[in-house]
């Protein structure tokens, strides 16, 4: 087995870990033994629009990709959280159009990935750590939307997905609003290996981890 990660920092996390901590690429190798191998194509700070020069990257022999892409979207669309709006009705339509925008964005991405006919594990997007209260209702509310269309369209796909929010939900999972720590690649890591372990990729049908 060849596992290729691509996406963000979710599991391109190396530069974000502490002294002697090990990076999600480092931990799923372990977990997957000798045998097996992990190529990471994911680029810390890539949006989806990226993944394209990622899966150029890859090599002749993989067999398998993990996926994850939409956190730093979601971070580049919470600038435009203060425009301004006089109702609560104009928030939404401001919130509905940026989500079809990400979907589209997503969708094409994902219509890339699928055209390899590649086993794939796609992950949605965590809750990001934020400490202002504010600052998080605000991201949480967008996710929810973002999470949304991800879910659809790795629906539409037929891949397995895993529910981040549910895997990384301590705030010791984080080195960044983004990035995972070790202790949270630790659990993203062991869940990925259950997935392939256990998920049938024959039958193109979505089942979520968490």
């Known amino acids: 087995m060849h596992v290729v990660l691509l996406g963000d920092s979710?599991?391109?996390?190396?530069?974000?870990?502490?002294?002697?901590?090990?990076?999600?690429?480092?931990?799923?190798?372990?977990?997957?033994?000798?045998?097996?191998?992990?190529?990471?194509?994911?680029?810390?700070?890539?949006?989806?629009?990226d993944i394209g020069d990622q899966l150029g990257n890859i090599p002749d022999d993989v067999t398998h990709l993990i996926v994850s892409m939409g956190g730093n979207n979601l971070v580049d669309q919470l600038a435009y959280a203060d425009a301004p709006a006089n109702t609560t009705t104009e928030s939404m339509i401001i919130l509905g159009a940026l989500s079809e925008q990400f979907r589209k964005n997503y969708r094409e991405s994902l219509q890339d990935i699928l055209?390899?006919?590649?086993?794939?594990?796609?992950?949605?997007?965590?809750?990001?750590?934020f400490n202002d209260d504010t600052v998080?209702?605000?991201?949480?509310?967008?996710?929810?939307?973002?999470?949304?269309?991800?879910?659809?369209?790795?629906?539409?796909?037929?891949?397995?997905?895993?529910?981040?929010?549910?895997?990384?939900?301590?705030?010791?999972?984080?080195?960044?609003?983004?990035?995972?720590?070790?202790?949270?690649g630790q659990k993203l890591t062991g869940v990925i290996k259950q997935v392939l372990d256990t998920y049938d990729f024959s039958i193109k049908r979505t089942q979520v981890y968490s």
């Open 10 to 49: 979710v599991l391109d996390n190396k530069s974000y870990i502490q002294a002697g901590e090990t990076d999600v690429s480092t931990q799923l190798a372990s977990l997957l033994g000798d045998a097996h191998q992990v190529t990471v194509c994911a680029v810390d700070g890539s949006m989806t629009v």
């Open 115 to 129: 055209k390899l006919g590649l086993p794939t594990i796609v992950c949605n997007m965590h809750n990001p750590p």
């Open 136 to 184: 998080l209702t605000v991201a949480v509310t967008a996710l929810q939307t973002f999470n949304d269309c991800i879910f659809q369209e790795v629906v539409q796909a037929g891949f397995p997905l895993i529910e981040m929010r549910s895997v990384c939900a301590d705030k010791s999972d984080f080195a960044d609003v983004i990035a995972l720590s070790a202790t949270g």
